[in-house]
């Protein structure tokens, strides 16, 4: 394929992958049931080496579904600008967080800003925090972008 057009992309060191992951505030959350996947955009916070994500839950919930029968989550942040880019991966497992109590609203807001929902009716809507044990994690770039 002589005129498909390439960019080459570099491994990002610790210190960028770190630094992508404390300032972001969104990404996609990927989940897997068996052969069936499932990508949802999360609000997110990294802390001390935990990802943190507040889900909606209103007792029919796909993607708390697709959490409850995933083994290993996949979490993905990225931009891309006039060609540069970068990527930062991060897999683990995803749980509950062990004392949301040490989280609340106001805490939540602080971290997250505003529930996205749909639907539902707010009354019948749970914020749950859940975190993904960053396990490994990976980041590219193009050479460019900084």
């Known amino acids: 394929m002589e005129h498909i057009e390439y960019v080459y992309t570099v491994g ?8 992508h992951l ?8 990927s989940l897997a049931d068996g052969s069936r996947a499932y ?5 997110c ?12 839950d209103d007792d029919d919930s796909e993607k708390l579904a697709f959490l409850d029968a995933t083994t290993e989550a996949c979490f993905v ?22 004392d949301p109590a040490q989280y609340d609203e106001a805490a939540i807001n602080e971290r997250f ?4 929902v749909f639907d539902e009716d707010i009354g019948d809507t749970d914020v749950r925090l859940f975190e993904l044990d960053v396990e ?3 980041g590219r770039r ?5």
């Not at 916070?45 to 909606?56: H, I, M, P």
């Not at 800003?113 to 996205?116: K, M, T, Y």
């Open 39 to 43: 990508g949802v955009p999360v609000h």
């Open 136 to 138: 490994s994690v990976t």
């Open 22 to 29: 404390s300032d972001a505030e969104t990404g996609v959350l």
């Open 77 to 98: 942040l990225y931009e891309a600008t006039n060609g540069d880019s970068w990527s930062v991966m991060a897999r683990g497992p995803v749980a509950p967080v062990d």
């Open 45 to 56: 916070k990294y802390e001390d080496g935990v990802l943190l994500f507040r889900l909606t």
């Open 12 to 19: 990002m060191n610790e210190e960028d992958v770190e630094r």
């Open 142 to 146: 193009t050479p460019r972008f900084d």
């Open 113 to 116: 800003g505003p529930a996205r």
